[in-house]
């Protein structure tokens, strides 16, 4: 079953806009909130990440908003920039005991226009 | 510092063939996973290796087997090839048990299987 949702699944912004894209998860239990950055032809790599105890993390120009009572967290890139264009995956990590497992959305196509 | 390195980056396979799919990390990393990229679909654990000697079941597992005899090697092999195998096959690697370091995804395997 579809444990995190991302949406929406492509987004065309404009140079120097904002680009917004939301995640919703279910289990409860989830310890942690990565976001992936991937570009054609590589693996993700980590881009941020968050805490549930915290509300927001900012790097640079980008910044993870978290609700937990809503159960959703977003990424927001401001000021984007075409070298931005990639997919975006937020994910959710459980402690298993033995591991950390991450269950990923469904990614972002994210396409910055000049 | 070569990080995680997969081979080969593509290949065709015919129903019922099987092959092995190479990972290699050099970061002395405990921690390795083997991921399915589909389009829309995000990534899928498949399994998951915390140390030498011990791997585990992921979310989808069937039709994939894997070993670990070192810290370094996570082989995944396919037996009896299937069109539903074809995808793109990322192995990743992480420094601890928590998920805080990330973790370290190799560029990834294109498999078509015809």
């Known amino acids: 079953q579809q444990q995190v949702k991302q949406s929406p699944q492509s987004l065309i912004v404009q140079k120097g806009g904002i680009s917004i894209i939301n995640c919703a998860y279910e289990?409860?239990?989830?310890?942690?909130f990565p976001w992936y950055q991937q570009f054609p032809g590589k693996g993700p790599a980590l881009l941020i990440a968050i805490r549930p105890d915290v509300s927001e993390k900012k790097e640079g120009r980008f910044t993870i908003s978290f609700n937990k009572s809503a159960k959703q967290f977003s990424l927001h890139i401001m000021d984007s920039q075409p070298g931005d264009s990639a997919t975006y995956f937020c994910a959710a990590s459980l402690n298993t005991g033995t591991a950390s497992k991450l269950t990923f959305g469904t990614g972002t196509r994210l396409q910055v226009t000049l | 510092n070569a990080g995680v390195t997969q081979t080969p980056k593509f290949r065709i396979l015919k129903i019922g063939q099987s092959m092995t799919l190479q990972c290699t990390q050099d970061m002395n990393h405990n921690y390795m996973y083997w991921y399915r990229q589909d389009p829309g679909m995000g990534l899928k654990l498949i399994y998951y290796?915390?140390?030498?000697?011990?791997?585990d079941k992921g979310e989808v597992p069937n039709g994939y087997n894997v070993s670990r005899s070192t810290t370094e090697d996570f082989p995944l092999r396919l037996e009896l090839a299937a069109p539903s195998q074809t995808s793109v096959y990322f192995c990743?690697?992480?420094?601890?048990?928590?998920?805080?370091?990330?973790?370290?995804f190799g560029s990834g395997t294109r498999l078509t299987v015809v």
């Open positions: 289990n409860t239990a989830f310890d942690y």
């Open positions: 990743a690697s992480s420094y601890s048990k928590g998920p805080y370091y990330g973790y370290t």
């Open positions: 290796s915390v140390g030498a000697g011990i791997t």
